[in-house]
């Protein structure tokens, strides 16, 4: 077995400073990204966590571009009903939010979690089955985190109809899908979200969600 | 804005490793964490991605011994369960598993989703409301690798019935129960899963599960 490493402060100081700079990005350059970063990156967010060893995810690069003018006009028709669902007094703002930059991220990657997989042979599943999803889940946030300390940004797009992604993207029917993200080269960097830049929202103190029992 | 950090092929290494070393871990030490840790950790952890920057992660410290007691025996009572869907050639090797530190682990957090926040006024979750629940285990994978990074361990206990926490913790119903967490330092380190070192389940190659449309 070899050595554990050992963290020091400055490495620490430095991942905090990826999880402040961390961005949901929306406003991409259309270079692509460098030759094997998106397998690299997919290499490394296997390392994420995944209940009883399952691996569950699976990621699908979207590359053709039918299927993606498909996811295109599946995001378009799923932010207008949710702009519908929009308070009056906030549906003008909401019409403003640039929400997804499908039409200028180089790389395209949808995630699902295989509900049906053996792998793990049902271990922490038995209560708790959407479990699954989450190892999902862990995985993605593990891509960001990887991809960002690369200067590579990454989208998160949830206005999306999960039944027609699976569609479109011509998946079994047991993977449930858990998001499909643009992922490129940010045009600006920042340390606030936007939704907190713009006004949409703002972030609370973390002790206002912590309670003891 | 403060200046954008720029991350070195050091830090990337470095970040790598705490990938490779993170652990699902079930044998703690009983020395508890340092004053401050679990504060400065799950501030870390709310600088994780949630949708529209509706921060729905609720923590709670579990610090009642009663509380922690009932907690044990809900998993008792979720485990036996499990042992019991295990096909017959796999549940001798079940039942000796080691799934939970519940009884050595200084700290214990529970995490809940809160599906009833108006906070981010909706933005994202229209069509795949479950986004919430992701939020929340995008923070606690965040905590996760944060932890590891100061040496401090995790485990991640799925073996219980959520109905029953939160009536044990004495949540709001509207608290979605994400996982409980047994949070101390390991008694050992490792770069393989324990599920894999015992021959429960192996990791696969990354790209078996990277398909392209």
């Known amino acids: 077995m070899p050595l554990a490493p050992r963290f020091d402060n400055e490495f620490r100081a430095s991942f905090a400073l990826l999880l402040a700079w961390r961005r949901d990005v929306r406003r991409f350059r259309r270079d692509p990204l460098p030759d094997g970063a998106i397998e690299r990156l997919i290499a490394l967010a296997s390392l994420a966590p995944s209940v009883g060893l399952s691996e569950p995810w699976r990621f699908v690069l979207v590359e053709d571009e039918k299927r993606r003018q498909a996811i295109r006009r599946n995001f378009a028709a799923a932010n207008a009903a949710a702009l519908a669902a929009q308070a009056p007094e906030r549906a003008g703002t909401y019409a403003q939010l640039k929400l997804a930059g499908l039409d200028d991220a180089p790389c395209h990657l949808a995630l699902f979690a295989d509900r049906s997989t053996e792998k793990g042979h049902g271990a922490g599943r038995h209560s708790m ?28 797009v949830s206005i999306l109809e999960p039944e027609s992604i699976a569609t479109i993207l011509d998946v079994p029917r047991e993977w449930k899908f858990i998001g499909y993200f643009c992922i490129g080269f940010p045009e600006a960097e920042d340390d606030t979200p936007e939704f907190e830049r713009l006004g949409w929202e703002k972030r609370e103190k973390p002790s206002l969600f912590l309670l003891r029992r």
Do not use: D, H, K
Not at 141 to 156: M, V, Y
């Open 129 to 156: 089955p959407e479990t699954i999803e989450y190892s999902a889940v862990a995985a993605i946030n593990t891509l960001w985190l990887a991809a960002r300390a690369e200067g590579i940004g990454l989208g998160w």
